[in-house]
């Protein structure tokens, strides 16, 4: 019979500890990672269209987060939070990206969003047709807490 270290015992139970940290983190991080898809009105029929809500569908956020749609490219749209259709000039839009965002703030036409559920409506065309001619409207709540 051979003594066995106790280096190696402890080495043995860092070890494990290390990988078993790694897993999680891999696992939060893959999760962070997802890119919406998994929405069911997406999957229906905007998926090869709509890459990712903001904030995704029944998420919780703070009231002054960002609200917004990241679209392929080749499509424009607006945002309609809460009834009120977001004036142009007050969005954020990269179009190389496809990327739609609005930030509530003051003398903005939505200040904060309100406690409780929050609905927006992407209004969304080709870019090629301009709007009007086949808008697609793309809704989705939250809740602000």
């Known amino acids: 019979m051979t003594p066995t270290s106790p280096y ?4 043995k139970i860092v070890a494990s500890a290390v990988v078993a940290v790694a897993v999680a ?8 990672f997802d890119d919406g898809n998994d929405d069911p009105v997406l999957r229906s029929g ?20 960002r ?38 703030g003051d003398g903005k036409a ?5 406690p409780g559920q929050n609905c927006v409506s992407a209004v969304i065309w080709r ?3 301009g709007r009007g001619v086949a808008d697609r409207t793309v809704p989705w709540c939250f809740e602000v807490v």
């Open 67 to 104: 609200v917004g749609i990241d679209l392929a490219i080749g499509w424009e749209g607006t945002l309609v939070i809460d009834g009120v259709e977001i004036p142009a000039d007050q969005l954020d839009v990269t179009p190389e990206l496809g990327l739609i965002e609005y930030t509530p």
């Open 127 to 129: 870019s090629q047709d």
């Open 46 to 65: 905007d998926q090869d269209v709509v890459e990712a809500l903001i904030p995704r569908r029944d998420a919780q956020v703070p009231r002054q987060s």
């Open 110 to 114: 939505v200040e904060e969003l309100q």
């Open 25 to 32: 983190l891999l696992v939060v991080a893959v999760r962070s």
């Open 8 to 11: 190696s015992t402890r080495f």
